[in-house]
């Protein structure tokens, strides 16, 4: 009788340690899919704006300026992407060039490249801008050669002379054919000009004129954050 019992104990014991065994493997495959999934959702993307004072918001709060604009378009169509506004205010393609390494230490996967209009506001060379700019493509590309890069153009004022704005609008065009990068002829389309839409000062938009940038801008920007 006591040899029964024993051998009894024995087996339900060894159930016992089996169902266990079974149900602590269980409870383990949902913990790992469910955090790969958290990993899958929690995933986002930088894009950085790199710009002068018309990307920085000069005048407005920065929460009006274009790049946060758009910021608001993105979240509202829930895209796992991060804007970075890096506007400066005076802001030349030298000066760009100067300060692109120290942005570039965080990932930068979409690149909207502004610059160029205070190069032609102070007449320096095209062949100088042309220069700075590829060379900003250059290192921005190196660091992540699967970055979306969007060019925006510029016009310059027909003061500075047809020839010299010529060449200085041609500029654009020709740097996105041969980088093969996606290019808004002219970031200030329906707004430059316009006196209601700009500042006192003729040059800066106003908070209704960056809407107009950003709905403009969002046309070319959206391929690259879908």
């Known amino acids: 009788m006591t040899r029964n019992i024993l051998i009894y104990l024995f087996v339900l014991a060894v159930m016992m340690w089996s169902c266990g065994n079974n149900n602590e493997a269980r409870s383990k495959e949902p913990a790992t899919t469910v955090a790969a999934d958290t990993n899958r959702t929690v995933t986002t993307k930088n894009i950085l704006f790199f710009g002068n004072s018309l990307t920085a918001g000069y005048g407005l ?5 274009f790049p946060a604009l758009i910021q608001k378009k ?4 829930q895209l796992p992407f991060k804007v970075i506004n890096a506007g400066l205010s005076g802001e030349t393609t030298s000066g760009g060039l100067s300060r692109i390494d120290w942005l570039l230490r965080q990932e930068v996967d979409v690149f909207v490249l502004e610059l160029g209009a205070n190069d032609g506001l102070r007449g320096i060379p095209v062949t100088e801008t042309r220069k ?45 054919e041969q980088n093969k990068t996606i290019l808004m002829p002219f970031l200030l389309e ?36 879908k």
């Open 61 to 65: 709060d920065q929460s009006e300026a």
């Open 74 to 77: 993105i979240d509202s169509l």
């Open 132 to 176: 700075n700019l590829q060379a900003i493509i250059d290192k921005v590309r190196e660091k992540n050669p699967s970055v979306v890069i969007v060019l925006t153009g510029m016009q310059v004022p027909p003061n500075m002379g047809q020839v010299y704005a010529k060449e200085f609008r041609s500029v654009y065009r020709e740097l996105a």
């Open 190 to 225: 329906g707004v430059g000009g316009d006196p209601s839409l700009n500042l006192p000062d003729g040059i800066h938009p106003t908070a209704e004129g960056h809407q107009i940038v950003a709905n403009n801008l969002w046309e070319y920007l959206k391929s690259a954050v």
